[in-house]
Structures are given as C-alpha cells and as structure tokens.
T-cell receptor, first 112, second 108 residues
C-alpha cells in the first residue's frame, strides 16, 4: 500500500511564526502536491512538484513556499503565519501526471 | 486556470435511491476525470475515474459518464447505502483543479 505520511496532525501556531509541514511518501512517486481544504471551498492546490528540486505554483501560492530536496519528501513552508492560513493541509503524491492521487491524513493548522 | 464546477453542494437521499453528482470543466485539454470520496475525518480516496477515450465506466454500484462535447462528467451511485454518506470531489486534470465537493447524506 502507498503510504503518504504528514508529520503533524494538529498544530497551533502564533501569527508571524514560521511553520513547516512535512510530507513523506514511500512509493517512489515522481509527483507531490500540497492542497488546502476549507469548508465550502473544496481542495485548492497550493504548490506541486514533478521532480526533485522542481516546484510549480498552484492556484493559491501566496504566503507559502515549498521545498523538495529529496524525491520522497515535500515540505510546505509558511514564512510568516497569518490567521487566514488556519486550515486543513493535505499532501498527496502520484506516479503519473494523470493518475491516482494518494493523500496523507492531513495537518490541521490553527494560527492564533 | 481551469474552472471546475460541481453540483449540487449537498444531496440528501433515502437508502436505496440513486444519487447523481455532476461536474463541468472548462479546459478542452483535460483527458482524465477522477472522483474522490472523503469520509468524515478521513483522507480523500479515489473511487472511480474515466479517461477521455471512453464515455462510461462502471464499478459495481458506481458509474461515471463523460460528455466531452458538453464538457461535463457525472458520478452515479445506485442503491445508495448509509456508508455512501461522504463528501465527493471531482477534478479536472489539466491543472489539477478540484470541484468544491458534494456532501451526500444517505438516510436509512
């Protein structure tokens, strides 16, 4: 079974703090993604990566950055957290560009 | 970017009824159309998908139909059961855009 593991299930941070969300997949997938999930807004793509050290902006990249130094690991970084970044963050990976996405369990971030 | 519209946002049915959720997309280049199911507190999981070279695909009680001319695809669930209650998402794959989701409630 594909396993996508997100390092933290719940985080509480203060406004202005730097936040790291880590995601690791164990199936040698080329593609990795970070989504944000908010009620009524569905899943919105923040950033994705098709290869090590490559990154592409999604629909809502403002306020976020990413890092992919190793194939299995994709990190989402909030340089200066703000209250409007309180959300559920979902990492996903896939083998091909048009193939099944395997999601992690999500990281619920609260910014106070 | 691509626009994916999903309707309805909520759908309540009685057990045994059929449920239909529809998505429209804007990018003609899209050629892969998946549906994901997310149960409460769990991660989204793929339940069925279709590629642009076929018009319909079935898997037991679920089916997906695709109309490329009209740019819409639909999820059909027959003989609904309480365990079908979840949020369902469609996606347009040219830009990895998801619809906003449909909360399906199946009452016993």
């Amino acid at each position: 079974d594909v396993k996508v593991t997100q390092s933290s299930r719940y985080l509480v941070k203060r406004t202005g703090e730097k936040v790291f969300l880590e995601c690791v997949q164990d199936m040698d997938h080329e593609n990795m993604f970070w989504y944000r999930q908010d009620p009524g807004l569905g899943l919105r793509l923040i950033y994705f990566s098709y290869d090590v050290k490559m990154k592409e902006k999604g629909d809502i990249p403002e306020g976020y950055s990413v890092s992919r130094e190793k194939k299995e690991r994709f990190s989402l970084i909030l340089e200066s957290a703000s209250t409007n970044q309180t959300s559920m963050y979902l990492c996903a990976s896939s083998f091909t560009n048009t193939g099944e996405l395997f999601f992690g369990e999500g990281s619920r971030l609260t910014v106070l | 970017g691509e626009n994916v519209e999903q309707h309805p946002s909520t759908l309540s049915v009685q057990e045994g009824d059929s449920a239909v959720i529809k998505c429209t997309y804007s990018d003609s280049a899209s050629n892969y159309f998946p549906w994901y199911k997310q149960e409460l507190g769990k991660r989204p999981q793929l339940i069925i998908d279709i590629r642009s070279n076929v018009g319909e695909k079935k898997d037991q009680r679920i089916a997906v139909t695709l109309n490329k001319t009209a740019k819409h695809f639909s999820l059909h669930i027959t003989e609904t059961q309480p365990e079908d209650s979840a949020v369902y998402f469609c996606a347009g794959y040219s830009t990895l855009t998801f619809g906003k989701g449909t909360m399906l409630l199946v009452s016993p």
